[in-house]
């Protein structure tokens, strides 16, 4: 079972998705209300849901505008936590050299993972919201990620499907220029659901997959599973709250492990889509920012 958002005429409405793509409404402001309701029952968020589907009303999930399953007020993001981002990074460092170990060497074996900030609720889009292309880079990737919605405590609640937009020629240049090139306007895209976190027997059989689209045709198809990744995801979570403040709510992306062909870059106009499976697909088109009026 999957939570999302969809725009109706008078607000957003949370619903949750059956597995066989039916909609139904559930009566909670937003996720984190569901969350909160089924604390104080003593139940999980699935019970309740559960039992709202014994008697709900369906609709198809393809006629709802899609929004952001959350506002998370902040997302942040590990990285080089596979080996294939460590080998991409390396290959930026170096301007293609490989011919020496960088610090992405020593943070993919560090005790102390990378954890940056990547965004705000305001810089967070949603599903088929456009992504933004920086106009000062001319190398640019999504990075395809796992997601965790987790409270203020840690907790993981639930699974999301996030992209980490990334600029490979400013990160490139100087690794001190991470901030610009992961954070600006339309960087960052969440959903198009959560899975409940009781859902998920196992979260590391995930698997990740991008597809880009130019001109309806595919340039390119990765995937990956979430049993490549170095670390464990409560070690990624460990690092992000201790003596943090973090808010219910929050999405920590947990690092990309398919990263597109060196010589390839976005365009603007291009199509993205993000799909692990169990959460659904997260697409995106996307827009140079200098054209965004
Ligand atoms: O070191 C820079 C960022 C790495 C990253 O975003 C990733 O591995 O996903
Ligand atoms: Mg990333």
Same mark, same amino acid.
């Given at each position: 079972?999957?939570?999302?958002?969809?725009?109706?005429?008078?607000?957003?409405?949370?619903?949750?998705?059956?597995?066989?793509?039916?909609?139904?409404?559930?009566?909670?402001?937003?996720?984190?209300?569901?969350?909160?309701?089924?604390?104080?029952?003593?139940?999980?968020?699935?019970?309740?849901?559960?039992?709202?589907?014994?008697?709900?009303?369906?609709?198809?999930?393809?006629?709802?505008?899609?929004?952001?399953?959350?506002?998370?007020?902040?997302?942040?993001?590990?990285?080089?936590?596979?080996?294939?981002?460590?080998?991409?990074?390396?290959?930026?460092?170096?301007?293609?050299?490989?011919?020496?170990?960088?610090?992405?060497?020593?943070?993919?074996?560090?005790?102390?993972?990378?954890?940056?900030?990547?965004?705000?609720?305001?810089?967070?889009?949603?599903?088929?919201?456009?992504?933004?292309?920086?106009?000062?880079?001319?190398?640019?990737?999504?990075?395809?990620?796992?997601?965790?919605?987790?409270?203020?405590?840690?907790?993981?609640?639930?699974?999301?499907?996030?992209?980490?937009?990334?600029?490979?020629?400013?990160?490139?240049?100087?690794?001190?220029?991470?901030?610009?090139?992961? +954070?600006?306007? =339309?960087?960052?895209?969440? /959903?198009?659901?959560? @899975?409940?976190?009781?859902? #998920?027997?196992? *979260?590391? &059989?995930?698997?990740?997959?991008?597809?880009?689209?130019?001109?309806?045709?595919?340039?390119?198809?990765?995937?990956?599973?979430?049993?490549?990744?170095?670390?464990?995801?409560?070690?990624?979570?460990?690092?992000? +709250?201790?003596? =943090?403040?973090?808010?219910? /709510?929050?999405?920590? @992306?947990?690092?990309?492990? #398919?990263?597109? *062909?060196? &010589?390839?870059?976005?365009?603007?106009?291009?199509?993205?889509?993000?799909?692990?499976?169990?959460?659904?697909?997260?697409?995106?088109?996307?827009?140079?920012?200098?054209?965004?009026?």
């Amino acid at each position: 079972m999957r939570i999302i958002r969809y725009v109706k005429e008078n607000g957003k409405q949370l619903a949750a998705v059956t597995n066989e793509n039916e909609v139904f409404d559930i009566p909670y402001e937003d996720f984190m209300s569901l969350i909160e309701a089924a604390r104080s029952k003593n139940k999980t968020a699935f019970d309740i849901i559960k039992q709202i589907a014994e008697v709900a009303e369906k609709q198809p999930i393809d006629s709802l505008q899609l929004t952001t399953p959350i506002d998370a007020p902040e997302v942040w993001a590990a990285g080089v936590t596979y080996k294939k981002s460590k080998e991409a990074r390396n290959y930026e460092a170096t301007q293609g050299k490989l011919d020496r170990d960088t610090f992405y060497d020593k943070v993919y074996d560090a005790k102390r993972p990378e954890i940056f900030f990547k965004s705000t609720a305001a810089r967070t889009v949603g599903p088929n919201d456009p992504v933004y292309l920086r106009s000062d880079s001319n190398w640019q990737i999504p990075e395809p990620e796992l997601g965790l919605v987790i409270d203020r405590d840690g907790t993981v609640l639930g699974y999301t499907a996030g992209n980490d937009m990334s600029c490979r020629d400013i990160e490139g240049e100087n690794p001190l220029y991470l901030p610009q090139a992961k +954070v600006w306007k =339309n960087s960052c895209s969440i /959903g198009p659901a959560i @899975l409940l976190k009781e859902a #998920v027997s196992d *979260p590391y &059989e995930l698997k990740i997959i991008c597809r880009i689209y130019r001109n309806d045709e595919k340039v390119f198809d990765g995937e990956a599973q979430v049993n490549q990744l170095k670390r464990k995801l409560d070690e990624l979570v460990h690092y992000l +709250v201790l003596d =943090n403040e973090i808010f219910d /709510g929050t999405v920590l @992306l947990t690092g990309t492990c #398919v990263v597109p *062909p060196n &010589e390839f870059t976005l365009n603007d106009n291009d199509r993205i889509e993000i799909e692990i499976p169990g959460i659904g697909i997260l697409q995106n088109p996307v827009v140079q920012s200098k054209t965004v009026q």
